[in-house]
């Protein structure tokens, strides 16, 4: 499997005349199957490598006729309800990597979701671009991205999607123009809007609570923040607001770090320009750490020279190996508020939006505030306690209690989605 890079992949498809594919979780055999006798091999694969599949309800496969996009739609868990989560356009060297990645992601989203006590399933959409044409090129982005919502479409709403890494509102425009089962649409045709303002804020509530957790506040500490971008700008605001005594921060946008130093001009604010594969900013003396760049960044290089008492972050999959790197942070007794728990303010933000809007939305507001028991702040507050009273890194207790949530019947329409899938399985869909 991991020698089939996706060229080779796609070859097969054609040969096979295969358009459309799937593979379904049966829950009587508890084995993954495959819609097609000649893809048997990427299901035992599946079936016997279990590093990144958890019983995943379903997997949605479509080739484009034109530019040969292979787009995924990963369904994870919908017993909360319809699989939500953003749609990422990445390339990937082989099958092997795109397939764990997707069913990585899927499952990310049911703990995120879930944890957010949110009424929504774990799901990703995964579209692999095609590298012999430029990715900035509008006739293919509009191309795949309406063939993405037509994708939807037809698999009837068992997952929604949202933008994610490669996607643009443009982007989110063509696929509403083929679905209904998407947000992250327009403002303009009554979308949710930029959610990093609020992301920023969730990050600022999941620091609250760490100091709180050390009996502390964040007035004078010192906090770093990796990259200086849509989230970070807001949230060193928010920082000095609560009048922390520094902040140091570092991009390797010049253009970013002038315009954000100057709107700090006066602060005490440390802005650092660095090259793409610094990361010294990660290792300065401090009390809190913020990665709001890149994934992947606490691993067993970097997290031996970290000094900070506190890490968080916007960034998704801020571990690079999650149970080696989140016992290692734990091990050297730094408090690690898991990424998935404070960036949710990304998917809080839009995955309600078809309910409409009102001003200071309690459904909204209650992430954010002390008061709500799955808000970010109590939610904090209650993995550290957890990990501090059983010895277990702050990660895998919030994943614990993510999976448990995630096992909740949604109130209403309970397992629907996974009886969607079935009569997708019973229709044939791969032949439509
Ligand atoms: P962004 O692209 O606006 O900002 C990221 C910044 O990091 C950019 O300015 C970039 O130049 C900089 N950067 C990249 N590599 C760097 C490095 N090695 N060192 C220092 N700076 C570097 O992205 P964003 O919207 O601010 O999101 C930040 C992170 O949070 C991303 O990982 C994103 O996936 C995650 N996230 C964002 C949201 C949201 O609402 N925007 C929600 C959930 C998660």
């Not at 083929?178 to 804020?201: L, V």
């Not at 009390?287 to 008492?309: F, M, Q």
């Not at 998704?316 to 989140?326: K, P």
């Not at 998917?347 to 939305?361: F, K, L, R």
Request: aromatic share 10%; glycine share 8%.
């Amino acid at each position: 499997m991991n020698h089939l890079n996706i060229p080779n992949f796609i070859k097969i498809l054609k040969e096979n005349k295969i358009s459309r594919f799937h593979l379904v979780y049966n829950q009587q055999t508890k084995k993954i199957e495959s819609s097609h006798e000649e893809l048997k091999f990427i299901a035992d694969f599946i079936n016997k490598d279990t590093r990144d599949f958890e019983e995943h309800e379903g997997m949605f496969f479509q080739l484009t006729n034109k530019y040969d996009v292979l787009q995924t739609v990963f369904i994870h868990r919908t017993k909360r309800g319809q699989a939500a989560g953003g749609v990422r356009f990445w390339q990937y060297d082989n099958l092997e990597d795109y397939l764990r990645d997707g069913m990585r992601l899927g499952k990310g989203m049911t703990h995120k979701n879930a944890l957010a006590g949110l009424w929504w399933g774990g799901g990703k959409g995964v579209m692999v671009h095609n590298t012999e044409i430029d990715k900035n090129n509008l006739k293919y982005r509009e191309y795949i991205y309406t063939e993405y919502g037509k994708l939807l479409t037809s698999i009837k709403g068992c997952y929604v999607t949202a933008e994610d890494v490669g996607t643009s509102v443009e982007d989110m425009a063509n696929i509403y123009k083929t679905t209904r089962f998407t947000t992250c649409i327009p403002q303009n045709t009554g979308g949710s809007g930029n959610p990093s303002e609020p992301t920023s804020r969730g990050v600022l509530r999941g620091m609250e609570a760490a100091s709180a957790f050390l009996g502390e506040s964040l007035e004078g500490k010192t906090v770093a923040v990796q990259g200086m971008g849509h989230v970070a700008e807001p949230l060193i605001k928010h920082l000095f607001n609560k009048k922390v005594g520094k902040v140091i921060a570092s991009d390797i946008n010049p253009d970013i770090v002038n315009s954000v130093k100057e709107k700090f001009a006066g602060k005490n604010f440390d802005a650092r320009l660095v090259s793409k594969h610094d990361n010294s900013i990660l290792f300065v003396e401090c009390d809190i750490l913020a990665p709001c760049a890149t994934g992947a960044i606490l691993n067993d290089k970097t997290i031996p020279e970290i000094k900070a008492k506190i890490i968080c972050g916007a960034s998704n999959n801020q571990l690079e190996e999650h149970d080696r790197d989140d016992k290692a942070l734990a091990e050297k007794g730094i408090l690690y508020v898991p990424d998935f728990l404070t960036n949710r303010m990304g998917i809080v933000n839009c995955a309600n939006e078809q309910y409409g809007y009102v001003n200071d939305d309690e459904y909204f507001e209650r992430h954010l505030t002390n008061g709500w028991e799955h808000g970010i702040y109590q939610t904090t507050l209650s993995v550290l306690e957890e990990a501090q009273k059983t010895g277990q890194p702050s990660s895998k207790v919030a994943i614990k209690q993510a999976a448990e949530m995630s096992m909740e019947l949604h109130p209403v329409f309970g397992h629907r989605s996974l009886k969607i899938i079935k009569s997708l399985v019973d229709d044939e869909w791969y032949k439509k």
